[in-house]
Nanobody, 122 residues
Framework: VQLQASGGGVVQAGGSLRLSCEAT????????MGWFRQAPGKEREYLAS????????RYTDSVKGRLTISRDNAKNTVYLEMNSLKPEDTAIYYC????????????????WGQGTQVTVSS
């Protein structure tokens, strides 16, 4: 499975970005997907997930209301719309195929791709 994230860049605080992640080598249309990020010196953290058909979405509390996950199964692509960006959102952003849990964060189970860098300036 290959996961190619794109759409990152440098943006001022309060700005917006839309990240994309194309997944190949997997049956995308039956796979739940998630977004994660890793800031310098910190562990990778879960942000959002979406079921295979897009009928259900979950977010970690710290990003609710600012991030929106969506997907286009025809394009094997999952998106992350980010608004009201803050300097603390600076990180490398990754997507992955996830195993949704009844409770707790979804578990990623493919090798990580390169990710896409998001830098928010104050």
């Amino acid at each position: 499975v290959q996961l190619q994230a794109s759409g990152g860049g440098v943006v001022q605080a309060g700005g917006s970005l839309r990240l994309s992640c194309e997944a190949t080598g997997t049956i995308f249309s039956i796979s739940a997907m998630g977004w994660f990020r890793q800031a310098p010196g910190k562990e990778r953290e879960y942000l959002a997930s979406i079921t295979a058909r897009g009928s259900s979405r979950r977010y970690t509390d710290s990003v609710k209301g600012r991030l929106t996950i969506s997907r286009d199964n025809a394009k094997n692509t999952v998106y992350l719309e980010m608004n009201s960006l803050k300097p603390e959102d600076t990180a490398i952003y990754y997507c992955n195929v996830v195993d949704l849990q009844y409770s707790g964060d979804p578990i990623p189970y493919e090798d990580w791709g390169q990710g896409t860098q998001v830098t928010v300036s104050s």
